[in-house]
C-alpha cells in the first residue's frame, strides 16, 4: 500500500493509525462553524512536505459567497491560493504549461445563488441548472486533470450543504460524477473525456504526464444539521448516503460539560487500518486545529 497521507495533525494522524489512506474518500463530517475547513486546509498544505505540492480545494457552494479558504489559508500557512477561472472554457494548448494549469482552487458555481436541491427548482430552473452544469464539468475536469499531471495527490471538496435526502442533492450528484469519473478514472480516460477529438494530437503529452489515480486522496467536507457530536453519532445513513462509500469519517461536534460547550471530533469509520476510537476534545487556534490528547 503506498504511504500514508499526513492531515497536517499529528495528533490526528496518531488516531487514524499514521494518517489517511490514498485513493480512498475520506468525509468530514460536522455543522457550520465547527472547524472542518481548518482541518481540510491543513490536510490540502500538509502535500508540500508529502508529495512536494499543496491539495487543490474545489468549493461546490452554490448560494451565497465561498468559505473563507483563502483567507484560512493566507492567514494559517501564509499559502496565497491561485485561482481557477471559470469564465470561458479552458485552453487546451495551456493544459502542460504548469503556470497555467497548476491552480489551487476553483469555486464552481461562485455567485449563481443556487439552492441546493432538486426540490427547489421548478422545471424551467432545473434545466438551465443541469445546462450551467454541464459547462462546469469540463471546467471542472480540466482543473482537476491540469493539477494532477503536474504532480498534486490531494484533493479537498468543500461547500456541501446538508438536504433532506441526500438522493435530492445537486451537490451530491456533481461530487459523484467528480468522484468516479474524474479522481477514480485512470489517467488517459480523464484526459480522453477532457481532450475528445484532440485526444490523439495530445497522446505522447498524456503519456509523459501519466499519474496513478490511486495515489490520490480525497476528502469531503460536509455541512450536517447535527450539531452536538452526540446526534452526529446516532445519525442514521441513508440509501445514497455519501457516507456508506466512504472509507474514513471524521465527525467533528459539539459537546456539553456542565454549563460548558466545546468542541470534540470521533473517528467513526477507517476501514483497512486500526484507529483509536476516542472522542477528543480540540480548540480552533491562530495556528488551527488543536487537538487535546
Known amino acids: 500500500m503506498s504511504q500514508r497521507l499526513k492531515t497536517g495533525i499529528p495528533e490526528l494522524d496518531e488516531l487514524l493509525g499514521g494518517g489517511l489512506i490514498p485513493g480512498t474518500l475520506t468525509v468530514v463530517m460536522g455543522a457550520s462553524g465547527i472547524g472542518k475547513t481548518q482541518?481540510?486546509?491543513?490536510f490540502a498544505n500538509a502535500g508540500i512536505e508529502q508529495e512536494g505540492q499543496p491539495g487543490i480545494l474545489f468549493d461546490l457552494t452554490s448560494r451565497g459567497d465561498s468559505q473563507n479558504h483563502s483567507a484560512y489559508a493566507e492567514r494559517l500557512y501564509d499559502w496565497r491560493l491561485s485561482e481557477f477561472e471559470t469564465n470561458g472554457r479552458w485552453d487546451a494548448a495551456k493544459i502542460w504549461d504548469a503556470t497555467h494549469?497548476?491552480?489551487d482552487y476553483m469555486h464552481v458555481f461562485q455567485h449563481s445563488g443556487r439552492r441546493v436541491t432538486a426540490s427547489d427548482l421548478d422545471s424551467d430552473s432545473w434545466r438551465e441548472w443541469k445546462y450551467e452544469q454541464s459547462k462546469k464539468l469540463d471546467q471542472a475536469i480540466a482543473f482537476f486533470y491540469g493539477n494532477f499531471a503536474h504532480g498534486v495527490r490531494r484533493c479537498v471538496i468543500d461547500g456541501v450543504e446538508p438536504?433532506?435526502?441526500a438522493a435530492d442533492s445537486i451537490q451530491f450528484e456533481m461530487f459523484e460524477y467528480i468522484y468516479h469519473q474524474i479522481l477514480r478514472k485512470e489517467h488517459d480516460w480523464v484526459a480522453r473525456d477532457l481532450f475528445r477529438v484532440a485526444f490523439r494530437n495530445?497522446?505522447?503529452?498524456?503519456q509523459s504526464h501519466a499519474y496513478d489515480h490511486q495515489d490520490i486522496g480525497c476528502t469531503l467536507l460536509y455541512t450536517s444539521h447535527e450539531v452536538m457530536l452526540d446526534d452526529l453519532l446516532v445519525r442514521p445513513i441513508q440509501s445514497g448516503d455519501v457516507l456508506s462509500n466512504a472509507n474514513t469519517i471524521i465527525l467533528m461536534g459539539k459537546t456539553r460539560e456542565g454549563n460548558k460547550m466545546g468542541r470534540a471530533l470521533h473517528v467513526a469509520k477507517h476501514r483497512g487500518s486500526?484507529?483509536?476510537e476516542s472522542i477528543v476534545p480540540y480548540t480552533i487556534t491562530e495556528s488551527g486545529l488543536q487537538l487535546m490528547r
Request: with cysteine; glycine share 12%; net charge neutral.
Open 39 to 42: 482541518l481540510g486546509l491543513g
Open 101 to 103: 494549469s497548476r491552480r
Open 163 to 165: 438536504t433532506d435526502k
Open 202 to 206: 495530445n497522446q505522447e503529452a498524456i
Open 274 to 276: 486500526a484507529c483509536d
